[in-house]
């Protein structure tokens, strides 16, 4: 377990962290979430330690081992992926030969001593850690946790320098899982993983005894894990119990309550403001006014509730209608040396179609995309593009898309036809890239600046087709919702590879399985997918394996808020009995507006005496004379709290009042 105490951090004038507190305790999982650039993957290098905090407390208790893994890490190994996950387990295999000369000693020294003691508490410890870490069966331990995380088994032999980045990250997730650290801190663990790796690492961190702090935006995978969420907003840290679906409600129930106070606090000012500027340069109301002004003064603003920060903002250009075929592969096949990864696959994507490719890591979703996109020619087969069908590609790592020595504003404009490079800047401050940030190098970018920038490129094309392959990866939850529903309202056709079963979910119309190099089609989502798998392991494989729908079978999805803010914002006309009862309320809203400002007057007369009044009683009260005299000190004192509470119901109505007269006045137009 953790404990974290008023922790605070700071860039310059930028406040990353503002007295952070919270607690993490054994065995439980927490989460922490937020926009990007928010801090938190700063926070979780101040609990590993990596960076020290400005102020504030982290106890940690003595002895606790702390497994940290970064978002971004390289091994510089030349070993096998073999010999790189062994090393894990060098220092048991320390305290196994220290073990056995402990053996040794404990042969010769009195079993009563405390030279005995010693030497057995030290040869308990040693042994509890073997235990744990399970060093006798290493190997098998070693090859689970790596077939878990995807790797075959010819791949434990290669070195780990032949292995791409994404890949380099599950050895170091791998070596970090087989050294089973009390506490884990993960930082966007589950980025380089594919689905069924990703459900691997959740069933493994749900029988990890320890506690684990991570950092995710794989919504699915904190809704399965965690127990508590930790959201960073503008460096302040709230905390919510339960997972992710759970923590939404509950911020959104503090924001409505933040946005509630505000507001009565707001109208609170408002009306006592108005009093001030009603009567300011009224000699006769100068001390009611004074005393407004006072009340002004004392009151503690409360600040005003912000828009979610760091969310990226676009919508897709529209699509140009396709032939209804927009895409026909014909036996697709690829080998890569001795290994054939597909095999005679056949596809045909109909306009309007999202579809996602799943299947097992090394399956050839990737390849396949690639393929389809025209960047591996390569291959056995054939494929065409319909009629009017032009293609934009998102590739899974972005050294194919972006030049390391372009800045942002130039590799934007690299592709960028003339009529949308005058809107550069617009473009790439929708994507967070604002003032200076569009000088920024590529080289310097984090993923999801790249990601983003990647994104933005793609808007400047007319492409009726989107081939994206693994779009969401490093972009924080809220930039997933935007392309999520730039994606469903997208009128062209998606072809895309992901590993967030949300997401997934929320876009694809038809999924498509590949598997031992041949592909399978299932109508609808994926969790629709899943349901079809289940039952076709229950012997109906006929519903699971139904062809595509056409394209004019795609299933509309209804944005409910749009449909709502659309009828409200229809005119209607207005019928004969409509505009009779409209002019009655008019007539009878101008008649009460009347009466309301009279009212008003009256209600200001009375205030005025009823201050002068209590001013009267304060004065009679200071005069040392009635103080002396206790009768009269409490005759006065009774009579001021009679006429202050007088005065408060008559504030009171006042500003009631005046609310209804403003009302009154928008209805009337007067």
Same mark, same amino acid.
């Given at each position: ?9 700071s860039y ?17 999982r ?73 053996e ?19 040869y ?8 744990r870490r ?16 995807g790797f ?13 980045g994404g ?6 997730l ?16 589950t ?15 749900k ?8 950092v995710?935006h794989?919504r ?43 507001e ?11 009093f ?16 407004r ?42 080998v890569y ?16 179609e ?8 090394g ?39 972006l ?51 990647r ?16 779009p ?9 919702l ?17 590993h ?92 009460? !507006?009347? *009466?309301?400002?009279s009212?008003?007057? #009256?209600? $200001?007369?009375?205030?005025? =005496? %009823? &201050? @002068? ?11 040392p004379?009635?103080a002396?005299?206790?009768e ?7 009579? !001021?709290? *009679? ?5 408060? #119901?008559? $504030?009171?109505?006042?500003? =009631? %009042? &005046? @609310?209804?007269?403003?009302a ?7």
């Amino acid at each position: 377990m953790f404990d974290v105490q008023d922790v605070s951090l700071s860039y310059g004038e930028r406040v990353i962290l503002q007295n952070a507190s919270f607690k993490v305790e054994d065995g439980e999982r927490a989460a922490i979430i937020g926009p990007n650039g928010t801090g938190k993957s700063t926070l979780l290098k101040i609990i590993a330690g990596t960076i020290r905090q400005e102020s504030g407390q982290i106890s940690i208790p003595k002895n606790t081992q702390i497994g940290y893994l970064p978002q971004d890490i390289e091994l510089n190994s030349s070993r096998t992926v073999l010999e790189e996950c062994r090393t894990v387990f060098e220092v048991l295999l320390r305290y196994e030969q220290e073990m056995r000369e402990l053996e040794g000693k404990m042969a010769e020294v009195d079993p009563e001593s405390a030279e005995f003691d010693t030497i057995a508490d030290r040869y308990e410890f040693l042994l509890h850690e073997t235990q744990r870490r399970d060093l006798y069966s290493m190997d098998s331990t070693i090859g689970r946790v790596l077939d878990g995380l995807g790797f075959k088994v010819e791949d434990q032999e290669r070195p780990c320098d032949e292995f791409s980045g994404g890949w380099q990250m599950r050895i170091a997730l791998a070596k970090l899982l087989l050294q089973n650290p009390e506490t884990l801190l993960l930082d966007e663990p589950t980025n380089h993983l594919d689905i069924e790796s990703i459900e691997w690492l959740a069933s493994w961190i749900k029988t990890h005894e320890g506690s684990v702090l991570m950092v995710s935006h794989e919504r699915a995978f904190m809704d399965t894990l965690v127990t508590k969420v930790l959201e960073i907003d503008r460096a302040n840290l709230f905390v919510y119990r339960g997972n992710y679906s759970e923590s939404l409600i509950k911020r959104a129930e503090r924001r409505e309550h933040h946005r509630r106070t505000f507001e009565n606090q707001q109208r609170e000012i408002q009306h006592v403001q108005k009093f001030v500027d009603r009567f300011r340069y009224q000699a006769s109301k100068a001390a009611l006014v004074q005393s407004r002004i006072k009340q002004l003064e004392k009151i503690e603003r409360i600040e005003a509730p912000l828009d979610d920060q760091g969310t990226i903002h676009f919508k897709f250009p529209p699509a140009s209608r396709s032939a209804k075929e927009v895409l026909i592969a014909t036996g697709i096949g690829k080998v890569y040396g001795d290994k054939r990864v597909l095999r005679g696959i056949d596809l045909t994507v109909f306009r309007g179609e999202k579809i996602a490719l799943v299947g097992v890591n090394g399956a050839g979703k990737t390849t396949l995309m690639r393929i389809l996109a025209g960047r591996d020619g390569n291959h056995e087969g054939s494929f065409s593009y319909g009629a009017s069908v032009e293609h934009a590609y998102f590739a899974q790592y972005d050294k194919e898309d972006l030049h390391p020595n372009n800045t942002v504003l130039g590799e934007f404009l690299s592709t960028a036809p003339l009529s949308v490079s005058e809107k550069a800047r617009g473009i790439l401050g929708a994507f967070l890239f604002s003032g200076d940030d569009v000088q920024k190098s590529i080289s310097v970018l984090s993923g999801g600046e790249r990601t983003r920038l990647r994104l933005a490129k793609m808007l400047c094309g007319n492409a009726n087709l989107l081939m994206l392959d693994e779009p969401t990866n490093h972009l924080d939850i809220g930039s997933r919702l935007t392309l999520e529903e730039a994606l469903r309202q997208y009128e062209g056709s998606v072809l895309l590879v992901s590993h967030d079963r949300y997401f997934l979910d929320n876009v694809v119309t038809r999924v498509v399985e590949i598997s031992d190099g041949s592909v399978a089609s299932y109508p609808g989502n994926y969790s629709e997918y899943l349901s079809l798998k289940e039952l076709q392991g229950a012997g109906d494989p006929g519903t699971a394996t139904a062809g595509p729908r056409p394209a004019g079978e795609t299933p509309h999805r209804i944005d409910a808020d749009a449909l709502a803010d659309q009828i409200r914002s229809t005119p209607r006309r207005e019928t004969p009995e409509q505009r009779r009862a409209r002019q009655e309320r008019e007539k009878k809203a101008k008649n009460r !507006l009347r *009466k309301a400002e009279s009212e008003m007057k #009256e209600l $200001e007369d009375a205030l005025f =005496e %009823l &201050e @002068e009044l209590v001013g009267t009683l304060e004065n009679e009260l200071a005069d040392p004379a009635v103080a002396a005299d206790y009768e009269k000190s409490q005759t006065l004192t009774e009579k !001021l709290t *009679k006429v202050t509470g007088k005065k408060g #119901e008559v $504030e009171t109505k006042w500003l =009631e %009042l &005046e @609310e209804e007269i403003t009302a009154l006045r928008e209805e009337t137009g007067g």
